[in-house]
């Protein structure tokens, strides 16, 4: 007769439970939701733009020290949404790996091998029971030599794909089928569309209307192809342009 | 491998004599989407389904069929990470061999030292089992080859195969249609037709991935314009 919950230890280490799942796995995806912040990721035609709630809990906070937008080189982005410390640890081997493979290779870390590196690293987190999967999801952005605009999506169950666009956090599924809506026949968004969908997406789907110091945007673009997170300015220019055109 | 705090291994046997965490890695890749094999007299065909998660994802992006080296191919059903791992593994192990001695490695060695890797993940301490079970397909020496790897490390050669959530009906559905003199392209065939058995929606060349290997013993992954070819035959 088969032993059963493996002895119970399938809730704490990611071992099998016997319906084959890892409950470890799965609880990471509820610690991203748990962190209470959405992200929005949108592809277009030459440019990449992710957007991030801003919750600055309180007042006595430096508010330029709370960021999930981190640049891991000049030209690639990391929006990290989840657990801020697991994000930080995530973001600093990411930024290492990159530097190493540009000395090694002499050339970028192309967006889809950052991808990859994260992903594979993820899935080594469930299947050595010494370390747990990272409550992060991260959504790398950058323009490729070849390909052109990407964004990619890496989960703590070691899963990545590239994306036309997409969500993660705590209405995640909210977003994905409004964006699913707007890029339905395959959109070739200008700079200011993919900004502006992204945010609207945002406000969207959480149902209020931002001002510039509650979101952050990072864009990378054909033409300046350096990862740069959009000033307070910028911000307030694509709201206005979103809440005069509706 | 591991932390020493976890140099027990994970994979112990229960009163009955079974290790579960095997038997639930095989639940695993049982809820998996549907991949097979055929090997044809002059080639090996491997399919799967490519079902992505939302329509958002890019699936150009996406390849589930990997090529370990020029004349062997792989598919999982499974666990996709689980999965890139051992290809990784398998791309150095063909590697190694190549350099050691400066020819290419026979299928049968590659599988059995994949399925050694996996077998050491049954049994080392602080490690769980994979969540895949492999379908290589290859063509060498001895003509054209497929072999299924499951988590356990166990491996065997097969005529034609099928893993995945579908397995009964597409086993059921080979079982029926393979006949030993089958050529390459009729492979190609049944393999869409059996992998539409259970497909749910519209088949197209978007959203199932197909690799052969010919006498020319260079495994390729078909185009989507091409598996659209064929599907308009088998129409």
Redesign the interface.
């Known amino acids: ?3 059963g919950s ?1 002895g119970g ?1 399938d809730r704490h ?10 409950f470890q796995v799965e609880y990471a995806f509820k610690a991203v939701k748990a962190a209470g912040i959405t992200s929005i990721g949108v ?1 277009g035609k030459d440019s990449v733009c992710v957007v991030t709630q801003k919750k600055v809990p309180d007042k006595l906070l430096d508010h330029t020290s709370v960021t999930h937008l981190f640049p891991i080189t000049k030209y690639l982005g990391l929006l990290a949404t989840g657990m801020t410390a697991d994000a930080r640890t995530l973001v600093q081997q990411a930024r290492n790996e990159a530097a190493e493979f540009r000395f090694r290779y002499g050339y970028e870390m192309p967006v ?1 091998v950052l991808a ?1 590196w994260i ?2 690293k ?3 987190y ?5 370390m747990r999967p990272l409550g992060v999801v991260a959504m790398v952005l950058g323009i490729d030599d070849e390909f052109g605009p ?1 964004l ?1 999506k890496c989960d703590p ?3 990545y ?6 969500s993660a956090g705590l209405k995640e599924q909210e977003a ?1 089928n409004f ?2 809506k707007k ?2 026949n395959d959109p070739q968004f200008t700079y200011e569309e993919t900004v502006q969908t992204a945010i609207s997406a945002l406000q969207s789907v959480l149902q209020e209307d931002f001002k510039a110091t509650e979101i952050e945007v990072g864009v990378v673009r054909k033409e300046n192809p350096d990862f740069r997170m959009l000033s307070t300015e910028e911000i307030d220019e694509h709201l206005t342009a979103i809440s005069e055109r509706d | 491998m591991g932390d020493s705090q976890y140099s027990f291994s994970l994979t112990t046997f229960s009163p009955s004599g079974k290790l579960v965490q095997i038997e639930h890695a095989l639940t695993a890749v049982g809820s998996g989407q549907t991949s097979l094999g055929i090997k044809a007299a002059n080639g090996v065909v491997i399919a799967t389904e490519k079902k992505l998660p939302s329509i958002l994802v890019d699936e150009t992006s996406v390849q589930k069929i990997q090529i370990l080296t020029p004349n062997i191919g792989v598919v999982y059903s499974g666990m996709g990470p689980d999965f890139r791992v051992l290809v990784r593994k398998s791309r150095k192990q063909a590697e190694q061999y190549h350099r050691l001695y400066k020819e290419p490695i026979p299928v049968t060695q590659l599988v059995r030292e994949t399925a050694a890797v996996m077998q050491e993940f049954t049994q080392s301490g602080g490690v769980r089992p994979f969540g895949v079970s492999l379908l290589v397909a290859g063509y060498d020496d001895k003509g054209p080859q497929l072999y299924q790897v499951d988590p356990s490390g166990s491996y065997f050669s097969w005529k034609a195969s099928a893993m995945g959530k579908n397995v009964s009906n597409a086993k059921t559905f080979l079982e029926k249609r393979y006949t030993d003199d089958m050529e390459l392209d009729d492979a190609v065939h049944t393999a869409i037709l059996t992998l539409k058995e259970g497909f749910e929606g519209q088949i197209s060349g978007k959203n199932i991935e197909i690799g052969i290997i010919g006498a020319d013993k260079k495994f390729r992954v078909l185009t989507p314009a091409e598996i659209d070819d064929y599907l308009a035959e088998v129409e």
């Open positions: 007769m088969s032993r493996g230890y280490i990611t071992i099998f439970s016997p319906e084959g799942r890892l592809c889809d990859k992903a594979d993820s899935q080594i469930t299947q050595h029971a010494y990407r990619y169950a070691g899963h794909f590239g994306h036309k666009a997409t994905i964006l699913e890029m339905k």
